[in-house]
Every structure is written in C-alpha cells, then in structure tokens.
C-alpha cells in the first residue's frame, strides 16, 4: 500500500507545483498588461520578447511545463487506485493467508456506492513466523462497519517478500 500512497503523494505535490508555470504564463504576456508589463519586458528581453508564434520564450515553456505537470499529477492521482486495485488482486490470488488485529481503523474521506474506503493499521500474525504491522485500505460495507473496529480478528493474505497486506474476509464490501 506505500507504493499507492506515494503516488498519490506525489500527485498531489505535482499538482500543487504545477501551478508555478501556470503563473509564470502571466509573466510572460507581461507586455500585453500596459506601462507596467512592459517595464517588465525591458527588465527581461530574451525571455519576454514575442517569438514567432506571437507568445513569449517564458509563456511556452510554462505552458508546455504546466500541461505536462497536469497531465502526469491526473495520472498518479486516478492511476494510484487502479493501482491499488491490482496489488489487492494480486495479493488475494497468490497471498500467503494468516490472521491479524485490527490495531486503527480510520476513514479516509473516499466513499464508494456510500461505502467508505477505510485505512486500517493491523498486526499480522503469520502461522509461522513473526508478527508484524501492516497498513492496508479496504472497502467496507456499511452494514460490516462495527465487524471491523479495533481489537477485532480479521483475515488477511500477504507478501512474506514485501509484507503487503491485504483483507481478505468475506465480510468486506
């Protein structure tokens, strides 16, 4: 589940840096914005001077920077459930089964069908092995809420490689 929330993580930042050369658009049509616009013009002539498209050097490496940046934060955000997704398949059909605690239970925000997508911290407890502490997020049924509260007994499948946990109780939505 880390891998999921660096890319979303890493989204969000991209996102929100985006809006650097979003800005820096404005800059470059200074010119366009009076007597003050162009005192900024003269200040910078190599980067503010029309080129042969009639936009700035500053105004499309912005725009070119802020449509890239977009793109790629739409993708890591929308991806990393897809993404998360996949590991859970993953981890259902090729996971090593065993039993855990449910140490935190917390929403994240996300609802589903009016399902909410909870982040659960668990303590795994392999059949042979050491116990561990694991995160994992799941879609619970609104119905099964009280079956997943702290102290409560679930079943899960893992990764003895990475230690990747996932829920695997039917009760799960």
Known sequence: ?????????????????????????????????????????????????????????????SFIFTFGMMFAAMALIFGSPLLAWYQNRRLISSGRQATARILTATQTGTYINENPVV????????????????????????????????????QVRYDPDTLEVTISDELAA
């Open 119 to 154: 982040h659960f911290t668990l303590e795994v407890e392999p059949p042979s092995g050491q116990p561990f502490d694991a995160e994992a997020e799941q879609l619970v049924n609104q119905m099964q809420i009280p079956r997943f509260q702290p102290g409560e007994l679930v």
């Open 1 to 61: 589940m880390n891998c999921v929330q660096n890319f979303r993580r890493l989204g969000t930042l991209l996102f929100v840096l985006m809006w650097v050369p979003f800005s820096c658009i404005f800059v470059g049509m200074a010119s366009e914005f009076g007597r003050a616009g162009q005192w900024l013009a003269d200040k910078a002539p190599a980067l503010l001077a029309p080129g042969p498209s009639g936009a700035s050097t500053l105004t499309m490496v």
